[in-house]
């Protein structure tokens, strides 16, 4: 083991650390939680990822994986074709591994730093067995490092598999080793390699043949250091005839400076399973009257339907993060699978998206639909970027596209990009988009009514993405909507 | 309740502005129903948009009292919960958005404000079906979005349900009659002659007598480039309609 790049990041306990924004805005989520930290010093070689390999006592194929990527990684580019523009990123300024201090192996919360118990509890999401939520799972990452996952037993008792995935990585290396990158490969893209190379936790979901999962799965992500990136990986598979319904939410504290999140999602269904991904992802977006600091959000997310009528739908409700360049995407090689993407993206402040989809027809049959309500307020900018492929196998495939933009306010805007290939005649693709502003006089209504201004905002852009919120989780589309109303709030002149 | 002294507004702004109101006066008091004629683009619309409060609208002069209290720097929403209600010529579409939903809001801003207790679901479809029938109003009038797709007459109604909910104190209606074929009209002024009564104040902005003879004003106005040219009882308004506007606007 490397201990040369190994070192002990404990400033960060008592004080607050320089660069925290304070007061100021409603971004209720923004505070630091004082713990202990190990890290290994900023930047990235080589040595760094034998260290995090060695550190997290890999199997050998894992640490092949990663040098693979990292090589791959030297040798491409940033992609520069979003609709985003952020000064260069030093990749070598970043840490790429921090955790906080803990004993090597956890047997229970009650050897969790309090503290990191306290930073879940104030974000709503508490993990001790007392007063954690009975019908969802969940597996609590804090920076790098996955912290708790709840209610194991009992999924086990189903054959489900929840867990982080460097516990996969030793338990159910097979599974690992078969899956890990088959969706996503190392050299995807940029961020992906980088992921790749990098990755220190995150969560691993297996469900077995014919069995319905019993509860939701959620995954929490927090990211509480300021110079970490935060490089998740998660993996879920469903076997045969299976189902699981998985939550994801994210939080960062308010920095000045940027904070660089690339994660990878993989997820695989085969023969007549499916999955339900949703995300309601909140990261510090910035200050929202001069866009210092906020999440970059590169995300790399992928389903495979590999299996005959298998499904995977995608939902996202996107309110946070400097920037958001993100593509939850389905690739349908099974015959008669189903993908599906609906997507709310919301921008105020100086916040930049450019998010969609892609939809990859492989077999027969196969359909697609894709709903995304994009909203910009403020001086954002939002843009739906998404691709249809049918391939020339794939006959009789249908896909079905509705992208609606709302502009609020005069100084956002809002973009669309679809792109459509379609390599064989018996297929159907439709695309539908609509660009509309909250009117003056739809407000003026709405007011004289009695309803405040406020309000009245808030109702049409909740009716505006009602499709997309009907998706979702029942208590998941109450947060969205309040989450949405809240972000909405200074938006209005 | 309502005192409207000296109105000049105008629209607009800098090197475009259109002065629109030129010394208005008008007075309503509890259980008076006043009329308003006038020629297309006497200034009607706009005189009830500037009660109501909207921000298109610059006043220049005078004030509007509304029960002693200057309203003119309250927003829209606060005038409304005082107990001010506007019935638009041309109700707008809010796609998604829930007719019923929307009700329910409306009416438990109003409880809100008048610190009563806010109305859940099921207590409010209760009082929303009573005035839904009261109208002769579908059910399926709660499952649509606001105005969405609305006929003409049904978006006049969907707005006389609106003020039955609400229960204004005052109520200024904004050319409800017009695009209604009979039956329709005389369900509108059903609704109105409800809420006619000893505490309310009605205005009615119409371009024909025809609305009047289900609903009888106790003064009627004629309205002219922005100025009441006229004033006086219901037998004004069948001068009118025998006469047209000529004789009174030169």
């Given at each position: 083991m490397d201990d040369a790049t190994l070192k002990n990041a404990a400033s960060q306990a008592g004080d607050t650390p320089a660069g925290v924004v304070k007061g100021g805005d409603d971004y209720k989520y923004g505070f630091t939680t004082p713990v202990e930290m190990e890290s290994?010093?900023?930047?990235?070689?080589?040595?760094?990822?034998?260290?995090?390999?060695?550190?997290?006592?890999?199997?050998?194929?894992?640490?092949?994986?990663?040098?693979?990527?990292?090589?791959?990684?030297?040798?491409?580019?940033?992609?520069?074709?979003?609709?985003?523009?952020?000064?260069?990123?030093?990749?070598?300024?970043?840490?790429?591994?921090?955790?906080?201090?803990?004993?090597?192996?956890?047997?229970?919360?009650?050897?969790?730093?309090?503290?990191?118990?306290?930073?879940?509890?104030?974000?709503?999401?508490?993990l001790d067995e007392q007063k954690r939520l009975s019908n969802v799972a969940v597996d609590a990452v804090f920076d790098s490092v996955s912290v708790a996952t709840t209610h194991k037993k009992k999924l086990m008792e189903h054959g489900v598999i929840f867990c982080s995935i460097s516990e996969a990585i030793h338990e159910y290396p097979e599974l690992i080793e078969e899956y890990l990158g088959s969706v996503v490969p190392v050299g995807d893209n940029f961020y992906a390699a980088l992921n790749s190379a990098v990755f220190t936790d995150g969560s691993f979901v297996y469900i077995p043949p014919g069995t319905k999962c019993p509860m939701e799965l959620s995954t929490y992500f927090r990211i509480n250091t300021e110079e970490s990136g935060q490089f998740e990986r998660t993996l879920i598979v469903c076997a045969e005839g299976s189902y699981v319904s998985y939550l994801e939410g994210c939080t960062a504290p308010k920095f000045d400076t940027n904070q660089l999140h690339a994660a990878v999602v993989e997820l695989v269904t085969l023969d007549n399973a499916e999955i339900k991904y949703s995300t309601v992802q909140n990261w510090y977006s910035g200050d929202p009257k001069t866009g210092k600091g906020g999440i970059y959000n590169f995300v790399t997310k992928r389903g495979k339907c590999l299996g005959k009528k298998s499904k995977i739908s995608w939902t996202q409700v996107e309110t946070g993060s400097a920037i958001t360049w993100k593509y939850p995407s389905c690739i349908l090689v099974?015959?008669?699978?189903?993908?599906?993407?609906?997507?709310?993206?919301?921008?105020?402040?100086?916040?930049?998206?450019?998010?969609?989809?892609?939809?990859?027809?492989?077999?027969?049959?196969?359909?697609?639909?894709?709903?995304?309500?994009?909203?910009?307020?403020?001086?954002?900018?939002?843009?739906?970027?998404g691709l249809v492929r049918i391939g020339k196998n794939a006959t009789g495939s249908r896909n079905f596209s509705q992208c609606d933009s709302m502009l609020v306010g005069n100084r956002s805007?809002?973009?669309?990009?679809?792109?459509?290939?379609?390599?064989?005649?018996g297929s159907q693709v439709e695309h539908e988009a609509s660009t509309s502003k909250i009117s003056e006089d739809q407000l003026f209504y709405f007011q004289s009514r009695g309803i405040p201004r406020e309000e009245a905002i808030s109702m049409i852009v909740n009716g505006f993405c009602k499709d997309v919120f009907n998706q979702l989780p029942m208590e998941f589309a109450v947060e969205a909507q309040k989450l949405l109303a809240m972000k909405l709030e200074n938006s209005v002149g | 309740m309502l005192e409207v002294r000296n109105l000049n507004a105008h629209i607009g702004?800098?090197?475009?502005?259109?002065?629109?109101?030129?010394?208005?006066?008008?007075?309503?008091?509890?259980g008076e129903v006043h009329a308003i004629m006038g020629p297309n683009g006497s200034g009607k619309s706009t005189l009830s948009k500037i009660i109501a409060g909207h921000p298109d609208y610059s006043v220049t002069q005078g004030e509007i009292l509304f029960n002693g209290e200057n309203i003119l720097e309250l927003e829209a929403d606060e005038r409304s919960r005082k107990g001010i209600f506007l019935g638009f010529q041309y109700p707008v579409e809010i796609p998604g958005v829930n007719n019923a939903e929307f009700l329910r809001m409306a009416y438990n801003q109003r409880r809100k404000a008048e610190g009563l207790e806010e109305a859940d679901p099921l207590d409010f479809?209760?009082?929303?079906?009573?005035?839904?029938?009261?109208?002769?109003?579908?059910?399926?009038?709660?499952?649509?979005a606001i105005n969405e797709g609305f006929s003409g007459g049904e978006k006049k109604r969907n707005e006389i349900l609106q003020m039955a909910v609400l229960d204004p104190a005052l109520a200024i209606l904004d050319e409800t009659d017009s695009g209604l074929d009979v039956d329709a009209l005389k369900i509108v002024a059903g609704g109105i002659n409800r809420l006619r009564g000893p505490s309310k104040g009605i205005v009615l902005i119409t371009h024909y007598q025809r609305l009047l003879d289900y609903v009888q004003p106790d003064f009627v106005h004629v309205l002219s480039g922005g100025r009441i040219v006229k004033s006086g009882g219901k037998d004004l308004a069948l001068e009118v309609e025998k006469l047209g506007y000529d004789w009174l606007v030169k």
């Open positions: 290994f010093g900023k930047g990235l070689n080589e040595d760094v990822i034998r260290a995090i390999s060695a550190k997290k006592n890999e199997p050998l194929f894992l640490l092949e994986f990663r040098l693979k990527a990292y090589k791959k990684w030297l040798t491409m580019k940033e992609p520069n074709w979003a609709h985003v523009q952020y000064p260069a990123i030093d990749y070598q300024d970043i840490l790429y591994f921090a955790a906080p201090k803990q004993k090597p192996s956890l047997t229970g919360l009650d050897e969790v730093d309090p503290e990191i118990l306290k930073t879940f509890e104030r974000l709503g999401i508490p099974g015959d008669e699978s189903v993908g599906e993407f609906y997507s709310v993206a919301m921008t105020n402040g100086f916040m930049q998206a450019d998010t969609g989809t892609k939809m990859i027809h492989l077999g027969k049959n196969t359909k697609s639909s894709i709903i995304s309500k994009g909203i910009a307020g403020d001086n954002s900018s939002n843009a739906y970027r805007s809002a973009h669309t990009f679809p792109y459509i290939e379609t390599g064989n005649s | 702004e800098a090197d475009s502005v259109t002065q629109i109101l030129k010394g208005i006066n008008l007075s309503v008091q509890p479809e209760e009082i929303l079906d009573a005035k839904m029938k009261a109208l002769d109003m579908d059910g399926r009038f709660k499952e649509r």
